[in-house]
């Protein structure tokens, strides 16, 4: 397969090192792979059918010299009959770039024992019907570029980088490739999961691609940092190169070996927002470790709209140490808990747990996982696969966040996951979505909710504006956006942004703020709402202001609410935020009381409604572990709908709830909640 000279550049191998890789790629394709060995093993899913997965890895290093002394297939059987998963992802390669098995293409790991680990991985697997995929680093992989130092990245400074390959070299068609064809066509394995990608990729100042840059744009000077002319120019060149890159591997890989499945780790999530547009076969991504639910709470409500199979892994462990030195562990709570947030929109599960450095696992930790699995199996016919319920609209604005973040593609979201949070802990239903998901839908929303975003493109800007005037409703957050939008809001803003030295007051309240505020003069149409104050200032200015655009409303906080509820949870700020959706939004289709502690998110399968509710109270923010996590409720519900329903249970369990139903809403109790309950609407 050939590549596109602008993009790629001529290959910079000699022929005979050309001609090794093409001779070994032709032996991964024909070699009779492990995987099929037997011919009555039990089939195993797609990676598109599955729901529950473990993933094991050690980014295997030069210190790994027994890789697979410990490896057995009575250690794999163990985790596979404990667990039950629908599929496992192993270490194969990790950021350090050696590889944890006896790789003919690559660099494999000092040394083996006990022969080759993968083989009984694989082996076992299959014959119990279980999927295999590897972790494997892709463009991270500091062996390749110590090895080859012109297979890397080159930074401003016109330094080589020590551990990140440039997708305009050779690197795809001499290692990654070949690799990968190695483990679909010698090993049989399923797929990869391939790490170290988007997130690691970063701006090249090589010549190929500094080549590349000025023939594709006509710029002939490099910007070096953000505030050089045409750095957008210059990161959106880069992040097209990546996408390039990525559509080129996977393509090639999957001419040879069609079944073999790829997913880029993070590529088209929060961090990479914008239509899937490479041959991947799934999306995933690996939250953070530490305040997990929050994290999750987030890449779930972006996957639950980007129309691919998705999945999201927990780290079993957190980034504190304990006395021993050792990572502290998850309990099976709080692992049920992380997971909850996921299923609940739809999504597949999956957990990390370390291998040892000889590859081999802690089988003391599977107990735990077993539980989690346990958990999650209860959930899956309910819950896998199931689609959101419009209701609010959080934009993830891909122009803005591209614009905004200091890498390619990042997780810098502080704005919009503090609105969010504020949002879900006065018990909203709420989607995260970027301009491409509502493209064409945006009158599904009742209300959309930009948070934060200093920068649109004018034609969305137009949409958001023409939602409004044909009768939805939209809420701005910040001085920057509510700049945005002046004439609709009927509003101007006088003075300068300054850092936050103001309070928010409301409903005899006060909250300190962070971020920033602006001065506002309101026009005629223009209702104040709620009161920023000084020290200095006892009358202050209104917080947000309301105003009718057409037959909708557009309303707007000149403060960046978000940046100062995210990590402070500021009971006052999320009463005014809640009192201010409801009174562009006064009536959505559920509402649920008791507890601020509550996620609730509304979910349609098979002609069945779903009210998920999850507890999320206790200290999860700061807490790096919980034993325990203290049941919630009683819970109110009042649910808004065009006719009685047939039946009201609450799962899993089947135990049905009395309700009662007047004038097109139906009233019930949740008496307890412990963790993760549905309400199952006939």
């Known amino acids: 397969m050939g590549r596109d000279g602008n993009f790629r550049g001529r290959r910079s191998v000699n022929v ?32 598109a059918d599955s729901f529950l997965g473990i993933h094991f890895d050690f980014h295997a290093g030069p210190d ?9 297939p009575a250690m794999v059987a163990q985790i596979l009959d404990m667990v039950r998963p629908d599929y496992i992802q192993i270490d194969c390669k990790g950021h350090p770039g050696y590889s944890s098995y006896p790789t003919r293409v690559g660099q494999p790991a000092p040394g083996f024992m006990g022969g080759d680990p993968l083989r009984v991985w694989r082996r076992v697997t299959a014959e119990k019907g279980v999927a295999l995929y590897m972790h494997y680093s892709g463009v991270w992989d500091t062996a390749a570029v110590t090895k080859h130092p012109d297979w890397a990245t080159v930074g401003a400074d016109g330094k ?3 551990k990140i390959t440039s997708v305009f070299g050779p690197y795809a068609d001499v290692l990654l490739i070949p690799q990968l064809r190695e483990l679909a066509g010698v090993y049989g394995v399923d797929g990869a999961w391939v790490d170290g990608e988007c997130w690691a990729t970063v701006p090249d100042y090589g010549e190929k691609a500094a080549k590349a840059f000025r023939a594709a744009t006509g710029i002939q000077t490099l910007p070096k940092t953000r505030d050089d002319p045409y750095w957008p120019e ?71 709209r980007q129309g691919m199979p998705w999945d999201l892994m927990a780290w079993s462990f957190s980034r504190t140490k304990g006395p021993d030195g050792l990572y502290l562990q998850k ?80 997780h810098e979201l502080s704005g919009l996951s503090g609105v969010l949070q504020a949002l879900l802990e006065s018990q909203n239903t709420v989607e995260v979505v970027s301009e491409h998901q509502l493209k064409g839908r945006l009158s599904d929303y009742p209300l959309i909710v930009v948070p934060e975003w200093a920068y649109l493109e004018q034609p969305f800007k137009q949409e958001l504006v023409a939602y409004a005037k044909k009768g939805g409703n939209l809420l701005l957050v910040g001085p920057k ?64 202001s309301v105003a009718p655009l057409g037959q909708g409303k557009i309303a707007a906080v000149y403060a960046d609410l978000g940046s100062a509820y995210n990590g ?69 519900v009042a649910l808004r709908l065009p006719s009685k329903p047939a039946g009201i249970s609450l799962e899993p369990g089947a135990q049905s709830l009395p309700f009662e139903y007047r004038d097109g809403e139906t009233k019930l109790t949740v008496p307890s909640l412990d963790i993760h309950r549905v309400i199952v609407v006939k």
């Open 16 to 47: 005979f090192l050309a001609g090794a890789v093409a001779l070994w790629t032709a032996a991964c394709v024909s070699e009779k792979p492990s995987g099929k060995e037997t011919p009555d093993a039990p089939a195993r899913l797609r990676r």
């Open 64 to 72: 790994c010299t027994a890789v697979g002394s410990n490896t057995t």
């Open 568 to 636: 402070v949870r500021s009971p006052v700020v999320r009463a005014f935020l809640n009192a201010l959706v409801r009174k562009l939004f006064p009536e959505p289709m559920v509402d649920v009381s008791g507890s601020p502690f509550v996620d609730v998110c509304l979910m349609r399968k098979e002609g069945k409604l779903l009210v998920n509710l999850v507890n999320t109270s206790g200290p999860h923010q700061t807490a790096p572990v919980q034993a325990t996590i203290e049941p919630i409720g009683p819970l109110d």
């Open 234 to 304: 210059f990161q959106q060149f880069h992040r097209e190169a990546f996408r390039k890159y990525l559509r080129y591997y996977v393509s090639a890989v999957k001419e040879t070996n069609p079944s073999f499945q790829l997913c880029s780790n993070w590529a088209f999530t929060e961090l990479m927002p914008e239509p899937v547009s490479a041959p991947v076969d799934f999306l995933s991504g690996d939250y953070a470790p530490d305040d997990s639910v929050n994290s999750a709470r987030l890449s779930a409500r972006f996957l639950a």
């Open 481 to 544: 956006c509510a700049a945005l939008f002046q004439a609709e809001l009927d509003v101007t803003l006088t003075g300068e942004l300054r850092p936050n030295t103001q309070a928010l007051a409301f409903n005899g309240g006060q909250a300190p703020l962070k971020g920033c505020t602006q001065s506002v003069s309101l026009g005629g149409s223009a209702e104040p709402f709620g009161t920023l104050r000084t020290a200095d200032n006892a009358v202050g200015q209104p917080a947000a």
């Open 160 to 162: 080589p980088s020590a």
């Open 331 to 410: 309990s099976a709570p709080q692992l049920e808990r992380e997971a909850a947030i996921v299923v609940a929109l739809g999504g597949g599960f999956q957990a990390y747990f370390t291998q040892r450095r000889d590859g081999s696992v802690r089988l003391e930790h599977m107990p735990v996982m077993a539980e989690t699995a346990k958990f999650c199996r209860e959930r899956q016919a309910l819950c896998h696969h199931s689609e959101p319920v419009p209701q609010i609209a959080v934009l993830l604005s891909t122009a803005g966040h591209y614009r905004k973040i200091k890498n390619l593609f990042g």
